[in-house]
């Protein structure tokens, strides 16, 4: 499996982009290890009952801390099948009870209705992604009107020194924050440890 991502417009086949097999599973592991989300999941700030959306889950690190929030349903779309049975793998009950939902699909194609979640949100995958505005209008479709749509990548105020290596040029982050403002009503822009975060309101 390989994906283009509209960053570079090079085919990449990288675990962490297209997790794949056991390289994929290994890589899995380490971003569980590795991405950590405590503060980002404060800057959710997820009310009683609300409804979630995580697009390009991974091994499901947000997912986990998610379960512990107010949120009434837990949903996610990712494109690989390994990250699917790893993200899933803790959560059966949850999963059974119908409070967590997590399928296949992509930034471009969640399959989910119109305004359907309070907020969505991506960590670490914006700049895989093929298709920038495609993935855009797509999230902005799912967040319902006053809803908002997260997008994190690697960065933030005291970066590891993976995190310093894949952060994106300041071309590239005005490039997302800009595409955001031609769909939502507001957009902000956080620098949190070990993540730049543009927040915007739909
Ligand atoms: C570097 S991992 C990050 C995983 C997780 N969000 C984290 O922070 O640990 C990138 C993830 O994005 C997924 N991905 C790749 N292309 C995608 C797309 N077009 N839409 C959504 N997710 C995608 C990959 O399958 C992979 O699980």
Request: net charge positive; with cysteine.
């Amino acid at each position: 499996m390989s994906t283009t991502p509209w960053t570079t417009g090079k085919p990449t086949r990288s675990p962490f982009a297209t997790p794949t097999g056991l390289a994929g599973r290994l890589a899995g592991r380490l971003m569980l290890r590795l991405n950590r989300h405590q503060d980002l999941l404060q800057l959710l700030d997820i009310q009683d009952g609300e409804r979630i959306l995580e697009v390009g889950y991974g091994p499901g690190g947000l997912i986990r801390l998610l379960q512990w929030t107010h949120a009434t349903s837990i949903c996610g779309v990712d494109p690989s099948p390994e990250m699917l049975a790893q993200a899933a793998r803790p959560h059966g009950a949850a999963i059974a009870a119908g409070r967590v939902d997590l399928r296949l699909g992509t930034a471009d194609r969640t399959g989910f209705p119109d305004a359907e979640f309070d907020r969505v949100v991506s960590v670490n995958n914006v700049a895989i992604w093929p298709d920038l505005h495609a993935g855009l209008r797509e999230v902005h479709r799912v967040t319902r009107p006053g809803g908002r749509t997260v997008i994190a990548w690697h960065g933030g105020t005291r970066p590891s020194r993976i995190a310093r290596r894949l952060a994106l040029p300041e071309s590239v982050i005005a490039q997302i924050e800009n595409g955001l403002g031609d769909l939502f009503t507001r957009v902000t822009r956080h620098e949190l440890t070990a993540l730049t975060v543009l927040s915007a309101v739909r």
